[in-house]
């Protein structure tokens, strides 16, 4: 089977830098991806990782460690609309389902 | 931009009785999912769906549930017999093509709300 934890709830202030964990155990997948989701609405998807490393999207970076079971998500120059709910979620291999982390409630701070 | 849609919005319902979801996934997409998410709760894979049948279904999409792609644009859940640990909010999504393994993007409606009475 496949669990995937992240902390509960993080709180930052505008304008700072956050990184948000996601820890797995997994036989074995295809990557790891991250969703943001704000109350009442749908998750929409923020990043990819397919290998080990950091990959850059704006404001936003993610990194994978598969030999440490570990990814996160970072985020730069807070703003008070990344108030939200970030989910990692990962492919397990052989399926094309996307598997859910618990999520991390961020609170952006002014 | 091509969305998900997603009717009703919100459904409230009796315990017992049965309840249809419906979706409009992004028409050139192959994969379709649905998901449940209890308040405040992670996001929870139910089934996925490819090629006019069930390609995979979790533990909680038991017989109680079924899905439907009775024409070429819209996807149902259907919930029978329904209990009040159904009350959730349900996603529909569906998967951008072309794509192998887990670099998909999924696509998500806005979610049906559910309240079982």
């Known amino acids: 089977g496949q669990s995937l934890e992240q902390p509960s709830e993080v709180t930052a202030v505008e304008g700072a830098i956050v990184q948000m964990n996601c820890t797995y155990q997994?036989?074995?997948?295809?990557?790891l991806s991250w969703y943001q989701q704000h109350d009442g609405g749908a998750p929409t998807f923020l990043s990819y990782?397919?290998?080990?490393g950091l990959e850059e999207t704006g404001r936003f970076s993610s990194f994978l460690s598969r030999s440490d079971s570990y990814g996160y998500l970072l985020l730069q120059e807070l703003q008070m609309k990344d108030s939200a709910s970030y989910f990692c979620?990962?492919?397990?291999?052989?399926?094309?389902?996307?598997?859910f982390g618990t999520g991390t409630r961020l609170k952006v701070l002014a | 931009e091509p969305e998900v849609t997603q009717t009703p919005s919100h459904q409230v319902t009796q315990m017992g009785q049965e309840v249809i979801l419906r979706c409009v996934p992004i028409?050139?997409?192959?994969?379709f999912y649905w998901y449940r998410q209890i308040l405040g709760q992670k996001v929870e894979f139910l089934v996925s769906?490819?090629?006019?049948?069930?390609?995979?279904k979790s533990e909680i999409f038991d017989d109680q549930f079924s899905v439907e792609r009775p024409d070429g644009s819209n996807f149902t859940l259907k919930i029978r017999s329904t209990k009040l640990e159904d009350s959730a909010m349900y996603f529909c999504?569906?998967?951008?093509?072309?794509?192998?393994?887990?670099?998909?993007?999924?696509?998500f409606g806005e979610g049906s709300r559910l309240t079982v009475l």
């Open positions: 979620a990962v492919t397990p291999s052989g399926t094309y389902k996307y598997i």
């Open positions: 028409s050139n997409h192959l994969y």
């Open positions: 997994t036989s074995g997948f295809y990557g």
């Open positions: 769906f490819y090629n006019n049948e069930i390609s995979e």
């Open positions: 990782n397919a290998l080990d």
């Open positions: 999504a569906s998967r951008e093509p072309h794509t192998s393994g887990g670099a998909g993007e999924l696509f």
